[in-house]
């Protein structure tokens, strides 16, 4: 079983970034896509980034421009660049791995881990 640990987390004001970390215990590279979801109580969990292995991407529209996604397989490791954070990216952000990106909100291949919460200051 892969477990998963989300890092990078914080407060930061409004304008600011963050660099998330999602490492994994076990090889992702068999895991065709993976990507970064998040979460504010009482909301469903959202996929915000999603990076397959032939490094195509898909984001939110509400993190276009903003955010980037990255894999490192080779150190079993996904990141997430965050600039010009907003007030409503205040959320817990996890990470998990589906077999393609259209299946990202439906199929999930890996146990979740604890997130890391984000808070974003106006």
């Known amino acids: 079983q892969v477990q998963l640990v989300e890092s990078g987390g914080g407060l930061v004001q409004a304008g600011g970034s963050l660099r998330l970390s999602c490492a994994a215990s076990?090889?992702?590279?068999?895991?065709?896509?993976m990507g970064w979801y998040r979460q504010v109580p009482g909301k469903q969990r959202e996929l915000v980034a999603a990076?397959?292995?032939?490094?195509?991407?898909k984001y939110a529209d509400s993190v276009k421009g903003r955010f980037t996604i990255s894999r490192d397989n080779a150190k079993n490791t996904v990141y997430l660049q965050m600039n010009s954070l907003k007030p409503e990216d205040t959320a817990v952000y996890y990470c998990?791995?589906?077999?393609?990106?259209?299946?990202?909100?439906?199929?999930?291949?890996?146990?979740w881990g604890q997130g890391t919460q984000v808070t974003v200051s106006s």
């Open positions: 998990n791995g589906s077999p393609s990106i259209a299946t990202m909100s439906a199929i999930f291949l890996l146990s």
């Open positions: 076990r090889s992702i590279f068999s895991i065709n896509a």
């Open positions: 990076i397959t292995s032939g490094s195509s991407t």
